[in-house]
């Protein structure tokens, strides 16, 4: 091709219509459809901004068959992590149904002493969502009963919504069953369980500054026993599941395949087979009542199977209750990947038509050593929260926008994909209109300008990413192995 079939390189006009259009969009849809947009209205808009950018490329010279060719490989990206995202669901139901979470939940709760609300609100709250990987549903279920008995001592539903996200989002942040925990890695391009490790660097030391923050506002509390709520949670636990440590193994077999550094996929694949497995020998009569009136063997192949594919449904009368155990299986991850999908797509065309090159060119200017560079990361990633409202949408555009930056510097991928959960996950319920905070707001029923500064967790952990990148620690480098690995990937 001559240099005057050439396409023209794009204006910062040119790459700012789509992301103009994108927001404009999104704040549409957050609008019409609130915590509802990311199901739905949000891929249609990422779509429609696609198409204003593919119409802003054919303008400057781009064909339709290299765009077509940009889009598929983007999607191709994803490919490893939608893997992960359908044994993901596979296991949600088959540990649900199995005991296994229920079980977790159950010793949770013991953990809430009333002396200590606001800490033990916090772990509790990080414990129920590493175990099912869902900040939202944490919330809805344990977090809405500790606003109850929070206004029932006469405690401060600001802080308990703090303590409560606080620890959901650590809990989300580091469990291999979250769908941002697999996000990251699969846009950086670093693998699952040595992202989760290298998080701990940063998070693990964010969630103790913020227990002991909420250890401190606690001392000043004066609390009355009253864990009615509780107790009849727990109570109501024991009742649907037989509850015992027992059930703690397909847990304990997770973490091991972990430690062993076997790779996401067959690792969460063979957790989800051994949840099946337990839930056959110690959910019998779980099983018998959801199998209705067919017989025994029909019941226990029909539930189980059912778990891996569709999740489980708990009916109790007590609707908290049901939210909390039902849900799981590959169906439930439909929605992930078809948002993974659309925002890769907008975001492959975007780079391929030097979109977002021209972005980080203007960002780069200025980013000339490593804290800085990991300080524009977290910029940017606020700043996508902040304007596109969507925490997926802070994951993918940023990971996209960077990856290629950080490969010429010599840094680790896993820099990349902790960074973009030290800022892009964490830090979308304290934005009021992202619709993680409308929905936390929603179900804790207090609003984000008065828990947001409560939010600890979320707070401290983007600064120490930055803190950490100025000083130099806990910053890897790209080895000859990485190296060559990473260059295998861009040549594939």
């Known amino acids: 091709m001559s240099e005057l079939n050439l396409p023209k390189k794009p204006s910062?006009?040119?790459?700012?219509?789509?992301?103009?259009?994108?927001?404009?969009?999104?704040?549409?849809?957050?609008?019409?459809?609130?915590?509802?947009?990311?199901?739905?209205?949000?891929?249609?808009?990422?779509?429609?901004?696609?198409?204003?950018?593919?119409?802003?490329?054919?303008?400057?010279?781009?064909?339709?068959?290299?765009?077509e060719k940009a889009i598929v490989?983007?999607?191709?990206?994803?490919?490893?992590?939608?893997?992960?995202l359908f044994a993901v669901g596979s296991l949600i139901g088959t540990w649900l149904l199995s005991g296994t979470v229920p079980t977790m939940i159950y010793y949770g709760l013991q953990l809430l002493?009333?002396?200590?609300?606001?800490?033990?609100?916090?772990?509790?709250?990080?414990?129920?969502?590493?175990?099912?990987?869902?900040?939202?549903?944490?919330?809805?279920?344990?977090?809405?009963?500790?606003?109850?008995?929070?206004?029932?001592?006469?405690?401060?539903?600001?802080?308990?919504?703090?303590a409560v996200i606080s620890g959901a989002y650590f809990g989300d942040k580091i469990s291999p069953l979250s769908e941002t925990t697999n996000l990251a890695p699969a846009i950086a391009g670093s693998e699952l369980f040595a992202h989760i490790r290298y998080m701990f660097w940063t998070t693990a030391p964010s969630i103790i500054t913020a227990l002991v923050l909420f250890i401190i506002i606690g001392l000043n509390e004066t609390i009355t026993v009253n864990n009615d709520s509780i107790y009849l949670l727990s109570q109501q636990l024991a009742e649907q599941f037989n509850i015992s440590v027992f059930n703690l193994v397909p847990l304990l077999v997770l973490l091991t395949l972990a430690i062993k550094k076997v790779p996401a996929f067959?690792?969460?694949a063979i957790g989800a087979l051994i949840g099946g497995v337990w839930a056959l020998v110690f959910q019998q009569e779980l099983i018998v009542r959801l199998g209705g009136d067919t017989d025994l063997i029909t019941a226990n192949?029909?539930?189980?199977?059912?778990?891996?594919?569709?999740?489980?449904?708990?009916?109790?009368?007590n609707g908290q209750l049901d939210s909390l155990l039902s849900g799981g299986g590959m169906s439930s991850m439909l929605n992930t990947v078809w948002l993974i999908m659309c925002a890769l797509s907008f975001g492959a065309v975007l780079e391929h038509l030097g979109m977002l090159k021209k972005f980080v060119?203007?960002?780069?200017?200025?980013?000339?050593?490593?804290?800085?560079?990991?300080?524009?990361?977290?910029?940017?990633?606020?700043?996508?929260?902040?304007?596109?409202?969507?925490?997926?949408?802070?994951?993918?555009?940023?990971?996209?926008?960077?990856?290629?930056?950080?490969e010429r510097r010599g840094l680790d991928p896993l820099v990349l994909s902790r960074t973009l959960e030290d800022a892009g996950t964490i830090t979308s319920p304290l934005i009021p209109w992202n619709t993680c905070a409308v929905y936390m707001s929603g179900v804790l029923l207090v609003n984000p300008l008065d828990y947001m500064f409560y939010c600890f967790f979320n707070w401290i952990n983007p600064i120490l990413a930055v803190i950490y990148g100025f000083i130099g620690f806990n910053i890897k480098k790209l080895t000859n192995k990485t190296t060559n690995e990473t260059t295998h990937k861009a040549t594939a």
């Open 12 to 67: 910062m006009l040119d790459a700012s219509i789509p992301v103009i259009t994108l927001i404009c969009l999104l704040t549409l849809a957050v609008f019409y459809f609130g915590d509802n947009s990311s199901y739905g209205p949000n891929q249609i808009a990422l779509l429609m901004a696609m198409g204003v950018a593919i119409i802003v490329g054919v303008k400057n010279g781009h064909n339709w068959q290299s765009i």
């Open 73 to 84: 490989n983007g999607i191709s990206l994803s490919l490893g992590a939608v893997l992960i």
């Open 113 to 162: 002493n009333p002396s200590w609300f606001y800490a033990a609100a916090c772990v509790m709250c990080a414990i129920v969502s590493m175990s099912i990987g869902s900040s939202w549903t944490t919330a809805a279920t344990i977090g809405v009963a500790l606003i109850g008995i929070a206004q029932g001592l006469d405690l401060s539903p600001a802080v308990t919504a703090g």
């Open 266 to 268: 067959p690792a969460v």
């Open 301 to 317: 192949v029909k539930v189980i199977w059912t778990a891996f594919f569709d999740g489980v449904v708990i009916e109790t009368g």
């Open 361 to 406: 060119e203007v960002i780069l200017a200025s980013a000339k050593s490593t804290g800085s560079l990991i300080a524009s990361t977290v910029a940017t990633c606020i700043g996508t929260n902040i304007l596109t409202a969507d925490q997926y949408m802070a994951i993918v555009m940023p990971g996209r926008m960077y990856k290629e930056e950080y």
